[in-house]
């Protein structure tokens, strides 16, 4: 437990200091509202329309395979640390891996999965 002692010192340490912080920016922020601090930012101009319009579903399609895609290079990344130390089963199944998802990105990319109208 000894080797977690500095750890443990410099999170609460961390802790004190944020607290304090956010305290006193609490205290000293500037309190005076008005119309245009309080209303709802869209990239600096005012909306067009109704914010709660309805998405496309190809909005959430391109998000899900940019989170699969995501995902993908998490897996790698720890696979090419230890890609020396592996036999030859652990090497090919990440190969069959990267196989079965770049199927799924050809066939997403045929269907016109990728295309944004």
Do not use: H
Request: hydrophobic share 50%; with cysteine.
């Amino acid at each position: 437990m000894l080797e977690y002692g500095t750890v443990i010192i410099f999170t609460i340490i961390s802790a004190v200091i944020a607290g304090i912080l956010v305290g006193l920016s609490y205290l000293f922020a500037n309190k005076s509202p008005d119309a245009e601090k309080v209303s709802t930012y869209e990239c600096g101009f005012a909306p067009f329309t109704d914010s709660r319009k309805q998405f496309e579903v190809r909005f959430f399609l391109v998000g899900i395979l940019f989170i699969i895609f995501d995902l993908e290079i998490s897996f790698l990344f720890p696979w090419s640390i230890v890609l020396l130390n592996l036999q030859e089963l652990g090497y090919w199944s990440m190969y069959t891996f990267l196989f079965i998802l770049t199927i799924g990105l050809v066939y997403e990319w045929n269907r016109g999965g990728l295309e944004w109208e």
